[in-house]
């Protein structure tokens, strides 16, 4: 079993950044890749970036220039994800998802960008 804890997110202006963190806990050794999703009002969960252990990086094409997905080095138990630029359209909740087997999942935090 992988546990994942997210932090950060919140509200935000059209144009700013917010970051977002997750914790992963238990059998973190079996990980191969985490990465983040967001699911907005009456859409589907998508991917926002991903990051395998071997630290390869894929991001969905509208985040693309403006997030950034990193990990810490030394636990390699947690993901960041820095959004810059933030659009309304951005607005959504974002989970944290881990590879392992299977996938696992965060309870999500919510983002939301004002314009």
């Known amino acids: 079993q992988v546990q994942l804890v997210e932090s950060g997110g919140g509200l935000v202006q059209a144009g700013g950044s917010l970051g977002l963190s997750c914790a992963a806990s238990g059998r973190i050794f079996s990980i191969n890749a985490m990465g983040w999703y967001c699911q907005a009002p009456g859409k589907q969960r998508e991917l926002v970036a991903l990051i395998t252990s071997g630290g390869s990086t894929n991001y969905a094409d509208s985040v693309k220039g403006r997030f950034t997905i990193s990990r810490d080095n030394n636990a390699k138990n947690t993901v960041y994800l820095q959004m810059n630029s933030l659009k309304p359209e951005d607005t959504a909740v974002y989970y944290c998802?881990?590879?392992?087997?299977?996938?696992?999942w965060g309870q999500g935090t919510q983002v939301t960008v004002s314009s």
């Open positions: 998802m881990a590879v392992a087997g299977r996938q696992y």
